[in-house]
């Protein structure tokens, strides 16, 4: 997508054809900075403090990840040394084994000598892959929000538009490109669909409030950010036309685990017979796991992202301020698990299906 006319995806290869460079997110929205990624350190790094983050491009960076491994050691031992160190950055978005086990499966059997060229190959065309599905994603999901606006009598933005909620931030930032859950707003957007979204500031880390509105911002898609804590009094006065969510797993059974708070909009929307739609690529499906809220690990990060908040101080400077009495204790449970049944559909790269296992094992016929 554009920052400022420029086209940027969240991921790329270095000038220099080995190193890798990201988007610190964690500067979003006050400093926009781009940073190299040189080792598995790096990587690592970057995945585990969130510089970058969302399902996908914590699978993508993650490949990238074996190869600049590959790059410094091709040997077996570093092979497996960076597979692990990879997979304990961060539990919960299964693209991060997802990516991890093709680069294995892919590099293992060759020699060390053509490792290297072979690890770059496949982390380039993981990213390429992430582009392409998630742009299907957009455009399964766009007449989702078409059939919304048309019910409505296709009002204008004036007069109200179609009005989309999301929860954290499933846009082109935690992807390669184009986003989950934002990818059918972006299309529906580009054709001229008056969409406006609510956006939920998401806390602790407030990936809405600071990644979504940036990025909608700059794509000039109409949007409002909320507290958490709003989305179902907008529901209740027919203020929400569809929500739609990304997913960090979703289980071969249809039940959603996406950024905490996510169960809440999908109980909210349930009860005002809101339609309640995920948007995901395959490799975010585990297949291995159908009952979500018992076996999805959930990622608990430190108290600190709850006690504080970042902000930009009046003279500029991006600031922790400190929101909770001292010693305060605080629990950080970073996501949460939407039982299928809430879930009207999930808009995948494949088109839109029911979240039930028979409706996933005919998307994906050979996965199940
Ligand atoms: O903790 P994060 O920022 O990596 O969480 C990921 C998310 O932004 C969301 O949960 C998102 O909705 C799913 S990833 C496309």
Known sequence: MNVDGTPFRTIWLADDDWAVEIIDQTKLPHEFITVRLENLGDACMAIRDMWVRGAPLIGATAAYGMALSVHADSSDGALEAAYKALYATRPTAVNLRWALDEMKVLLAPLSANERKEAAYRRAAEICDEDVEICSSIGDNGKPLIEAAWEAKGKPSLADGGVNVLTHCNAGWLATVDWGTALAP???????????????????????????????????????????????????QHGMVDLCITGTDRTTAAGDVCNKIGTYLKALAAHDNGVPFYVGLPG??????????????????????????????????????????????????????????????????????????????????????
Request: glycine content about 10%; hydrophobic content about 40%; proline content about 9%.
């Open 185 to 235: 707003i972006y299309k529906a957007h580009d054709a001229g669909i008056p969409v406006h979204v609510w956006v939920d500031e998401t806390r602790p880390r407030n990936q809405g409030a600071s990644l979504t509105s940036w990025e909608l911002g700059k794509h000039g898609v109409p949007h409002t950010v909320i507290v958490d804590n709003v989305g179902g009094h907008l529901m």
């Open 283 to 368: 490799p975010t499906i585990d297949w291995t796991v159908d009952d979500g809220v018992a076996d999805i690990p959930i990622e608990e990060r430190g108290s600190t992202e709850v006690t504080e908040i970042m902000g930009r101080a009046p003279d500029g400077t991006v600031v922790p301020v400190q929101l909770t009495p001292d010693g305060a204790k605080a629990a950080n449970f970073a996501f949460d698990v939407t039982p299928a049944r809430l879930v009207t559909g999930l808009i995948t790269e494949r088109g839109v299906t029911e979240p039930s296992k028979p409706a996933l094992a005919a998307l994906y016929p050979g996965r199940a």
